[in-house]
Nanobody, 121 residues
Framework: QVQLVESGGGLVQPGGSLRLSCAAS????????MGWYRQAPGKQRELAAT???????NYADSVKGRFTISRDNAKNTVYLQMNSLKPEDTAVYYC???????????????WGQGTLVTVSS
């Protein structure tokens, strides 16, 4: 079984910064794509950023130039550095991994529990 544990959410003023972390644990032999998604109140979950095992990144237009995704493969951890935060960035942020599971030798998609980011003065 694979679990993702997120941290780093909270309340921040507009223009401020936050860094989210998501660490995986369990029977893992490989991690393919890692990503961050977000869901604002009353809206559908949407992509924020992804990073492949090779380090290629993809960002939603709404966060380009402000958010940076990175990964530490040795720690099975993905980060999301969020700068110049805006009230419209307020959402629950979820990490998402495509993980190779040792017990089945198959890749599965796993979600974190979510961490709330509130941008408000």
């Amino acid at each position: 079984q694979v679990q993702l544990v997120e941290s780093g959410g909270g309340l921040v003023q507009p223009g401020g910064s936050l860094r989210l972390s998501c660490a995986a644990s369990g029977s893992i032999f490989s991690i393919n794509t890692m990503g961050w998604y977000r869901q604002a109140p009353g809206k559908q979950r949407e992509l924020a950023a992804t990073i492949t095992s090779g380090g290629s990144t993809n960002y939603a237009d709404s966060v380009k130039g402000r958010f940076t995704i990175s990964r530490d493969n040795a720690k099975n951890t993905v980060y999301l550095q969020m700068n110049s935060l805006k009230p419209e960035d307020t959402a629950v942020y979820y990490c998402n991994y495509v993980v190779g599971v040792l017990t089945t030798l198959r890749y599965v998609e796993v979600w974190g529990q979510g961490t709330l980011v509130t941008v408000s003065s």
